[in-house]
């Protein structure tokens, strides 16, 4: 890896003053390598951090097995890294209009990894450094305890998905207030309760209300003294909630509920299991935000390399080479979904409805389709709304909030189907549907969505994973070997419940033709409990 | 190609007349009619593809940076070195975890190149899509389900279309083409030796039919290290760099210095000169592939991957000395000239088993192969016959067992019908053989989901 020319490195600071001009914010300096094939076969299983540990998986392919595994992406990294200063990567011969474009795109990145809050946690070391030395600690070990250093990277990357990273991120946000009995009350004590309606819940508010005006200054102990009186149970579940929530009590990380509660583990001569675990730890909770927002991330540095380019004085007479590369990056396609053109369109977008004014309740209130479309009070300030989004949103509520209809009509989007013809033995591929909720819930499902667990230990000092139940299964051929690797870690029996779907039972004999009239998605939610002991998984359903 | 359909037309009319049941016929009105729309046209037809949204990247969108297929990368003894270290997990109690995978490329000229490409999964707890029908197969009930599109069109018109399946192992199996693959270029003598040590195929029981020698030759095959004859470049090169790795010399990320590598005189590779025994061709195999209509997709990939692990197996069972010959049919047969036919002919047409097993014993007879040879007949199928009863295939299947060493049916189900109901398993279990003949013949039934590793227990069941 070299350096890149000193001529492109002047383009490159000019892209950055006129960045700045425009309104991104990032650090002054950045390194730019020059890359051949061959460094960057030697990057991509590293995820682009030249730094990165040595591991053997990554000498070997890992399959991926198209389109089957979509919900286990692999490919979290960019033409520029998350570093400090950012390191971004060339081709060495690139001409010069093409560079420019790329110097915006990596510096919407690199403006996008520096003001983005989910990133918050990256911002103050550099990874790259602490790569390096956490590379040289593996390979330290390695010498002393040989193959066993992979075995602990294997079952610890096993598990490296279950990180709790926005605990992390509230623990880093604001300090950590207690939690009242207020809060317990209202937002888990009768949310939590069975057959609990929003009825009773506004009632149980109304009733809130009600204490603090008849007696000001003690209403909320007058309360809670009425709550008591009720639920007998109140006090003794509010203290073990209290206590669940203490630090290092955390039940959704599995890394660190393994670090600190293992026995296993916590053994002397086991100790060095730790600094394993926790490099792969870290690693992961670095690479969560990026994969959190590939759309907003891409679709934020396409926005600014199409606008800066264009007025960029210095390159003026490539305008078609550009428009053919921009093309290539951001057209949507037919059938897919190009995280590039959806995000840099709905950018311009909200740009433009936060500029008529649009993302306001007098808007929303409007259905008369003529009045909706000539809506415009000028109300200006497109520019900030976009920045405030990018500082604040994550993939998952930037689609949520912003795709709706009128954007999906604009752009002609849809959700497109699969279906076989029988007749002509083919898939065919067709306009299922052009709602916006529809669509919505497509991109929402082809996000990263990894499994919310929460961890308990029973009285058999057995691990006990429960997977929360999100209408979706886990993928069962990589249970045993996940399973196997915490078991290892936690040194006893590990207990795994999770759902998984059945079909609803079809008629024998009945004929291929009549089922598919019928249609899947008849499915039945059956609890399974999984076990794993001595290398020995078992599989039972329970009630 | 008129003709053709013709034939079928005769040929369907003329079973029926003689009784099929409505489930009979209508399996074969499906082949029948897929003949008459597409023709009998056994070719190739290349596949479109979607992609999901993390599989964009910078690199390749703005700077055109497709991952390279690099061979150079693969470490010296990679191949060898990741088994070898596979091997001690089991010894640590963790099962295996390198596959062998997607390990069939014919070259071009038709010599037994192989590749081998070493893959592995990093298991996790992920979510999955609820599969309960075949690849989301029909899945209107969801309208949210599905990929993103955009432009013209309204709901439920079509925007296009692919074939079903239409990669038929050409390259080996499905979803190979993206992503960096470290090859290990090997060859099928390799694969069958892999196969042999690592998965535990048994070794070929000898029986007493093996030709004898006729003579020695003496060739520049044997390597010995320090002096010889010739200088084996290539693995001398291998020898110095491994000296200078452990001599610190050569090191991960730094640039190589030719100049500054150490050579220690047992580096040097010669070939010398050695006495080796010349073996006739001691074994035939036959391949025989159903390539009718209703093996589109799963089951041809598994025929055929299962087909070419048997095939090296043999090659290194009987150290190269195996001649083989490759034969198609759909309600005719064919033989072709070599694998790369064999593999890449796409499907279409009605089946009759029939008709392939008559010609490896017309074959058989001509060339008078039975004297000379252990035969194998090696045949894959879905199961789906015209010839409902086996009244024609049966007793083809009596006469080859005449003088077979053994015949292995892999029945790959397609998942149109019944599991454990095809025409071909019922008519060959209705006949006794399985049991009269158990060393000569055997059937494994797999169904279309079937994985690698169980792929490789359906050899064993076929050739122990």
């Not at chain 1, 790569?131 to 390979?139: E, G, Q, T």
């Not at chain 1, 936060?354 to 520019?383: E, L, M, P, T």
């Not at chain 2, 989301?136 to 993103?148: K, Q, R, V």
């Not at chain 2, 030709?211 to 290539?234: A, E, I, M, P, W």
Request: one cysteine or more; a negative charge.
């Amino acid at each position: 890896m070299e350096l890149l020319s000193q001529h492109a490195k002047k383009i490159m600071e000019g892209c950055k003053e006129r960045a700045r001009d425009a309104g991104l914010r990032f650090q002054d300096d950045s390194l730019e390598y020059i890359v051949t094939n061959r460094d960057f076969l030697r990057l991509t299983p590293k995820n682009m951090i030249p730094t990165l540990y040595d591991y053997w998986v990554q000498d070997v392919e890992v399959m991926k097995e198209a389109g089957q595994y979509e919900l286990y992406p692999t490919n979290p990294y960019e033409t520029v890294i998350n570093t400090r200063p950012p390191i971004s990567y060339y081709n060495d011969n690139n001409p010069d209009w093409l560079n420019v474009m790329i110097f915006y795109h990596v510096l919407g990145h690199i403006d996008f990894f520096q003001n983005n809050l989910y990133f918050r946690h990256t911002w103050d070391y550099d990874f790259a450094g602490k790569a390096l030395s956490d590379k040289r600690l593996i390979a330290k070990l390695r010498s002393e305890k040989g193959r066993w250093v992979d075995y602990i990277i294997e079952f610890s990357r096993g598990i490296d998905n279950l990180v709790g990273y926005f605990d992390m991120l509230m623990d880093l946000s604001v300090e950590q207030k207690k939690m009242t009995r207020i809060d317990f009350y209202f937002d888990v004590f009768i949310q939590g309760k069975k057959n609990s309606s929003i009825v009773d819940y506004v009632g149980e508010i109304e009733k809130y209300n009600q204490f603090e005006r008849d007696f000001p200054g003690e209403g909320e102990l007058r309360f809670i003294d009425d709550v008591r009186t009720r639920h007998a149970e109140f006090e003794s579940l509010y203290e073990k909630e209290l206590k669940a929530r203490e630090k290092g009590n955390n039940r959704r990380d599995l890394l660190q509920f393994l670090m600190d509660k293992s026995e296993f583990l916590n053994q002397e001569e086991n100790k060095w299991m730790h600094s394993v675990m926790e490099v792969i730890r870290t690693t992961s909770l670095y690479f969560q935000p990026q994969i959190r927002t590939k759309i907003l991330n891409e679709g934020w540095a396409s926005y600014w390399h199409e606008n800066l380019f264009l007025q960029d004085d210095r390159i003026s007479g490539h305008e078609i080479d550009f428009a053919v590369v921009n093309a290539k990056v951001t057209s949507l396609p037919r059938v897919g979904l190009n995280p590039y053109a959806l995000g840099m369109r709905l950018f311009y977008y909200i740009e433009e409805q936060a500029d008529k004014g649009k993302i306001s309740y007098d808007y929303q209130r409007i259905a008369d389709q003529y009045r909706r479309r000539k809506f415009d009070v000028g109300a200006g300030g497109g520019k900030e709304f976009i920045f405030n989004v990018r500082e604040n949103f994550c993939d998952a509520m930037f689609i949520a909030n912003f795709i709706d209809q009128e954007f999906v009509d604009k752009h002609k989007l849809f959700v497109a189907g699969k279906r076989l013809n029988k007749k002509r033995m083919t898939w065919q591929y067709y306009v299922k549907s052009k709602k916006a909720r529809h669509y919505r819930k497509m991109v929402a499902d082809a996000l990263y969505h990894p499994p919310a667990i929460k961890i308990d230990v029973d009285e058999n000092n057995s691990l006990v994973i429960n997977h929360i139940f999100e209408g979706k299964p886990l993928l069962r051929d990589y249970i045993r070997g996940t399973m196997m690797g915490i078991e290892f870690l936690w040194g006893n029996k590990v207990i795994l419940f999770t759902e998984e779907p059945e079909p609803v039972k079809k008629q024998p004999g009945q004929s291929q033709q009549a089922q598919q009239e019928k249609g899947p998605g008849e499915v039945k939610w059956k609890r399974v409990k999984y076990t794993m002991k001595d290398r020995k998984l078992n599989r039972v359903l329970v009630d | 190609m008129n003709d053709m359909k013709t034939r079928l037309r005769q040929l369907f009319a003329d079973l029926r007349s003689r009784g099929l049941t409505p489930l009979q016929e209508k399996k074969i009105r499906f082949e029948l009619d897929m003949a008459e729309r597409n023709g009998v046209d056994h070719r190739q037809t290349p596949a479109p593809s979607v992609c999901p949204i993390y599989r964009y990247h910078d690199l390749e969108m703005l700077q055109d940076f497709s991952p390279a297929n690099l061979t150079a990368l693969t470490t010296v003894q990679s191949l060898d070195y990741l088994l070898e270290r596979d091997k001690q997990r089991e010894k640590d109690g963790f099962p295996r975890k390198i596959r062998v995978g997607r390990m069939v490329k014919p070259s071009k000229n038709g010599d037994d190149k192989v590749i081998i490409v070493p893959t592995t999964v990093e298991e996790k707890l992920v979510h999955d899509k609820i599969r309960l029908d075949e690849e989301g197969e029909g899945g209107d009930g969801d309208p949210s389900s599905g990929d993103g599109g955009t432009g013209e069109g309204e709901e439920g018109d079509v925007i296009g279309e692919e074939p079903v399946r239409p990669d038929q192992g050409g390259v080996g199996g499905a979803g190979q083409g993206e992503g960096a693959e470290h090859d290990v270029e090997s060859n099928a003598y390799d694969l069958g030796r892999i196969l042999t040590e690592q998965f535990e195929l048994p070794n070929l029981k000898d029986k007493g039919k093996k030709r004898s020698l006729t003579r020695y030759t003496y060739d520049l095959t044997d390597k010995h290290r320090g002096f010889g004859q010739v200088l084996d470049k290539k693995s001398t090169l291998k020898r110095i760099i491994q000296t200078n790795i452990a001599l610190k010399r050569v090191q991960y990320g730094k640039e190589v210095n030719a100049n500054d590598l150490l050579m220690s005189p047992d580096d040097r590779v010669y070939r010398i000169l050695s006495k080796e025994k010349d073996y006739e061709s001691q074994a035939v195999v036959f391949f025989v592939r159903d390539y009718s209509g209703s093996m589109g997709g799963k089951p041809t990939e598994l025929v055929v991957n299962q087909h070419v692990l048997i095939y090296s197996w043999l090659i290194f069972q009987y150290k190269n000395q195996v001649e083989t010959r490759f034969i198609l049919h759909d309600t005719e047969a064919k033989e072709v000239e070599n694998f790369q036919v064999y593999y890449n002919s796409t499907v279409a047409g009605g089946t009759q088993v029939a008709s392939a097993y008559k010609l490896v014993n017309e074959i058989v007879d001509e060339e008078s192969l039975a004297r000379d040879n252990n035969i194998y007949v090696f045949h894959g199928t879905d199961g789906d016959d015209w010839d409902t009863k086996g009244e024609k295939a049966v007793p083809q299947l009596k006469k080859m067992l005449t003088y077979v060493s053994r015949v292995g049916i892999t029945i790959a189900e397609n998942g149109y019908g019944i599991s454990g109901q095809t025409e071909v398993e019922k008519y060959v279990r209705k006949s006794g053989l399985l049991e009269e003949k158990r060393d000569l013949l055997r059937m494994d039934v797999i169904t279309k989901d079937t994985e690698e590793e169980r792929l490789i227990k359906g050899i064993r069941e076929l050739i122990s």
